[in-house]
């Protein structure tokens, strides 16, 4: 999964630090941390280099307040702040200033807030975007999984696409605040919007500053990009050969039927894929007459073959499958770029790209449009 449902855990934004004898000069990134409820217990910051995250500085929380101060950052870069006693982790990106940050349950419903520094109004505006669709998605959840053990399939549809529109708002509201985030928009870009387009991602990336280009977070943004560019809409399709249920090896290439292929990325664990399945049946159904096929690429785990397999026949997913089942380690994640599931491209008879992640109602209309 990814996306809004998979996805990444929440990654919540907040803090940064320094130790007690941290310097106060002007060139240091100073953070007062406000977490009413921390009694006697550590922050810890680290830097988000290469080789992951590199701790820096600690101090201890005094009366829910910890003065923390990172030193001489060349660049703006993303820092962790973790507070292992209380299972919290915060993001903060700057390099030098003053920044308030406030953990408060009392306030803004415990949202992460932050004053100070110059990313702090795009960290506001982030996190109040993640928080308020992170809600969301949990209610319609909780509604899914009501109307999934009444078997009511009309339900589970109309709540997928509920969802789907909900989240391609969300996608626009962090591609557009990407735009104007610098390198804070490297970030949300990685975060949240590897599915997106290579022309979005370029529009992001064109708007951080050289002098960023040296952080390991932008350096990954980057890859990304180029990437991404490589599945665009207009290439061709990445080929791939994996087993078959059966065990028999699947050349991606081999399965293209007369009219357009939907290549389905999914997994038998993956709750989304699932709930969206029966729409993809349904067109299955209306338009392979016309030359539609789709062809499933799971990302089950290794050893799940019977998981995969049972899954195929109870969604009566009737069509080409393959699957290397490696997980996220699978070829098809590297290949395509793509960080969530469900996940999909459609190319045409000729192996042409021609649209990614139709998914719902916007499924249906696509093809209705063109067969």
Sequence with gaps: MRKFLLLLPLLILAACNGENNSSSSSDALQITLNMPEARDVEAKVSIIGPNGP??????????????????????????????????????????TGEMNVTVDP?????????????????????????????NLNMSVQNEMRTAQQANDFNTQMM??????????????????????????????????????????????????????????????????????????????????????PSGEQVRLSEELGDSYTLIDFWASWCRPC?????????????Y??????????SLDRPGQQQAWVQAIEQD??????????????????????????PYNVMVDENGIIVAKDLRGQQLQDWLAERL
């Design 159 to 244: 709540l997928n696409n509920s969802l789907m529109e909900a989240h391609q708002k969300f996608n626009t509201d962090l591609v557009e605040l990407a735009k104007r985030s610098k390198g804070f928009g490297a970030f949300i870009a990685l975060a949240h919007l590897g599915d997106n387009e290579a022309a979005d991602l370029t529009a992001i990336y064109e708007n951080v500053p050289v002098t960023q280009g040296k952080g390991e977070m932008v350096k990954q943004f980057k890859q990304l990009v180029d990437q991404k560019s490589r599945t665009a809409i207009g290439e061709p399709l990445i080929d791939l050969m994996m087993p078959s």
């Design 106 to 134: 009392a306030i803004n419903n415990g949202r992460v807030t932050i004053e100070g520094g110059e990313y702090a109004d795009v960290m506001n505006e982030y996190y109040k975007i993640v928080t308020d669709f992170q």
């Design 316 to 341: 009566q997913l009737t069509w080409s499958h393959m699957s290397d089942l490696k997980y996220w380690e699978s070829e098809a994640v590297s290949k395509y770029g793509f960080n969530g599931i």
């Design 54 to 95: 590199q701790e820096v500085t600690m101090d201890l929380f005094e009366k829910g307040v910890a003065e923390l101060t990172v030193d001489s950052l060349e660049y703006a870069q993303l820092l962790r702040i973790e507070v292992p006693a209380m299972q919290r982790q915060f993001y903060v990106f700057g390099s």
């Design 288 to 297: 392979k007459d016309k030359g539609f096929s789709v062809v499933g690429v």
């Design 274 to 286: 699932r709930a969206e399945n029966p729409n993809v049946v349904a067109a299955y159904n209306t």
